[in-house]
């Protein structure tokens, strides 16, 4: 079954270093998105794409997070200058259209210290 | 401001019982109710339900939505170790693209 894959699954930052996590969506869907779950809390979304940019984004997603799909296949989010209470596990999902389930990938793990 | 709220926050059963899990909500301009299991890494889709009162099903999992009360509720019927995890609820509101989840419900399943 096709899956959303997300790369590192563990990624140790020093506070104030940008880092990039990234994201392989499943192949034929359209529709991308970020979400973060801070240990203990709720998952919390952070933005959606769609055609090449930025389609939503929720009061988190400030200007030291940007998104980009740099080729056909792969979704990023970088976190410039990062902050310890970016300590997050990140995930990445996909969905083919807006009215369709949103599938996750494994997250990857971000700790700053 | 929209919520949602699970319950209830945890649940120690033994193999072989059933169990019930409760998911309301306040949404503006609500669209559709998903279900998701997460165990160790990523929410896995279980159900999503748009309409009240249609009951879906899985093997012995089985959902329904109730417009009416704002809520939702998740059944596991004769269950096994490997059902223990976290059970998401999450809420899509019309006209975005986000979900807004619940604390969800940690479901134990003891031999």
């Known amino acids: 079954e096709p899956e959303v894959t997300q790369t590192p699954s563990h990624q140790v930052t020093q506070m104030g270093q940008e880092v990039i996590l990234r994201c392989v969506p499943i192949?034929?869907?359209?529709?991308f998105y970020w979400y973060r779950q801070i240990l203990g809390q709720k998952v919390e979304f952070l933005v959606s794409?769609?055609?090449?940019?930025?389609?939503?984004k929720s009061e988190i997603f400030d200007d030291q997070f940007s998104v980009e799909r740099p080729d056909g296949s792969n979704f990023t989010l970088k976190i410039r200058s990062t902050k310890l209470e970016d300590s997050a596990m990140y995930f990445c999902?996909?969905?083919?259209?807006?009215?369709?389930?949103?599938?996750f990938g494994d997250g990857t793990r971000l700790s700053i210290l | 401001e929209d919520k949602v709220v699970q319950s209830p926050l945890s649940l120690v059963v033994h193999e072989g019982d059933t169990v019930t899990l409760n998911c309301s909500y306040e949404?503006?301009?609500?669209?559709?109710l998903l279900w998701y299991k997460q165990e160790k890494k990523a929410p896995t889709f279980l159900f999503m339900l748009?309409?009240?009162?249609i009951e879906k099903k899985s093997g012995r999992l089985s959902s329904i939505l109730d417009k009416k009360e704002l809520s939702s509720i998740l059944n596991i019927t004769a269950t096994q170790t490997g059902d223990s995890a976290i059970y998401l609820c999450?809420?899509?509101?019309?006209?975005?693209?986000?979900?807004?989840f619940g604390t969800g419900t940690r479901l134990q399943v003891f031999p």
């Open positions: 999902a996909s969905s083919g259209q807006p009215n369709q389930p949103q599938h």
């Open positions: 192949s034929n869907h359209l529709y």
């Open positions: 794409f769609y055609n090449n940019e930025i389609s939503e």
């Open positions: 949404v503006t301009n609500f669209r559709s």
């Open positions: 748009t309409s009240s009162g």
């Open positions: 999450a809420v899509e509101p019309d006209n975005t693209d986000k979900l807004i």
